[in-house]
């Protein structure tokens, strides 16, 4: 199983282009999550779906949107980029014994 | 709303041991998280605890007391290897204006020789 995979792994911008960031998970995962890091900010929910079809919004959903057209793949887009994207964004689904979140590896964001 | 805090900074000697305190204030308690994430790499998943008491899985302890909102994370015989980023994240019910998982903004640990 390649668990959770992300694409691309980096990507430079100019402000207001537009792009999409790809999740996809091979564990048959109901529940998808896209977050920012930043330094000194922690991880911060953009949004989340729970099962395909549906989305919905976290903690910082303004500037992007998501679809879940599949169950085994979360998108995420910005529809006119801002350098206040500059972010590594990380992907996740929810899973196991416990519940926990399996990560992607990330995608490194720079607008300028 | 919801709130963990967590230091931003530790360090700790080589063989020694170190607790990680994280905590919260949060609404509709699900369950408490330890993930571990080195620099450049994704977080991976270290613990859970969803009632009070310690936790241990190898050299890695998780203890949670949710009447006081508090967890730490205790980790013994510290290798160069367990420097990381050490983050704390609180499963609520997502309801309106919450979300499913709030993240501290994590503890550097810096283990010296």
Same mark, same amino acid.
């Given at each position: 199983n390649a668990g959770v995979t992300q694409t691309p792994?980096? +990507?430079?911008?100019?402000? *207001?282009?537009? /792009? !999409?960031?790809l999740c996809a998970q091979d564990m048959?995962?109901? #529940? /998808? #999550?896209? #977050? +920012?890091?930043? =330094?000194? /900010?922690?991880?911060? $929910?953009?949004h989340y779906s729970v099962g395909e079809g549906t989305t919905a919004k976290g903690e910082v959903p303004d500037g992007y949107n998501v679809?879940? $057209?599949?169950?085994?793949?979360?998108?995420?887009?910005?529809e006119s %980029? %801002? =350098?206040? @994207?500059?972010?590594? #964004?990380?992907? %996740?689904? $929810?899973? *196991? @014994? !416990?519940?926990?979140?399996?990560? *992607? =590896? *990330?995608t490194r964001l720079t607008v300028t | 709303g919801q709130n963990i805090d967590q230091p931003?900074?530790?360090t700790a000697t080589e063989g020694a041991i170190v607790q990680i305190n994280c905590t919260y204030q949060t609404s509709g308690f699900n369950g408490l998280f330890w993930y571990q994430q080195h620099a450049g790499e994704a977080p991976t998943f270290l613990s859970y605890n969803v009632l009070d008491g310690l936790e241990e899985k190898g050299r890695f302890s998780s203890f949670l007391s949710r009447s006081k909102g508090y967890s730490y994370l205790l980790l013994k015989e510290l290798q160069m290897k367990d420097s990381a980023s050490y983050l704390c994240a609180v499963r609520v019910w997502p309801t309106?204006?919450?979300?499913?998982? &709030?993240?501290?903004?994590?503890?550097?640990?810096? &283990?010296?020789a």
């Amino acid at each position: 199983n390649a668990g959770v995979t992300q694409t691309p792994k980096f +990507r430079v911008l100019k402000t *207001g282009q537009s /792009m !999409t960031l790809l999740c996809a998970q091979d564990m048959n995962h109901e #529940y /998808m #999550y896209w #977050y +920012r890091q930043d =330094p000194g /900010m922690g991880l911060r $929910l953009i949004h989340y779906s729970v099962g395909e079809g549906t989305t919905a919004k976290g903690e910082v959903p303004d500037g992007y949107n998501v679809s879940r $057209l599949k169950k085994q793949n979360f998108l995420l887009g910005l529809e006119s %980029a %801002a =350098p206040s @994207q500059t972010s590594v #964004y990380f992907c %996740a689904s $929810l899973g *196991g @014994q !416990t519940y926990e979140q399996y990560f *992607g =590896p *990330g995608t490194r964001l720079t607008v300028t | 709303g919801q709130n963990i805090d967590q230091p931003t900074e530790m360090t700790a000697t080589e063989g020694a041991i170190v607790q990680i305190n994280c905590t919260y204030q949060t609404s509709g308690f699900n369950g408490l998280f330890w993930y571990q994430q080195h620099a450049g790499e994704a977080p991976t998943f270290l613990s859970y605890n969803v009632l009070d008491g310690l936790e241990e899985k190898g050299r890695f302890s998780s203890f949670l007391s949710r009447s006081k909102g508090y967890s730490y994370l205790l980790l013994k015989e510290l290798q160069m290897k367990d420097s990381a980023s050490y983050l704390c994240a609180v499963r609520v019910w997502p309801t309106e204006g919450n979300t499913p998982l &709030v993240f501290g903004k994590g503890t550097r640990l810096s &283990v010296i020789a």
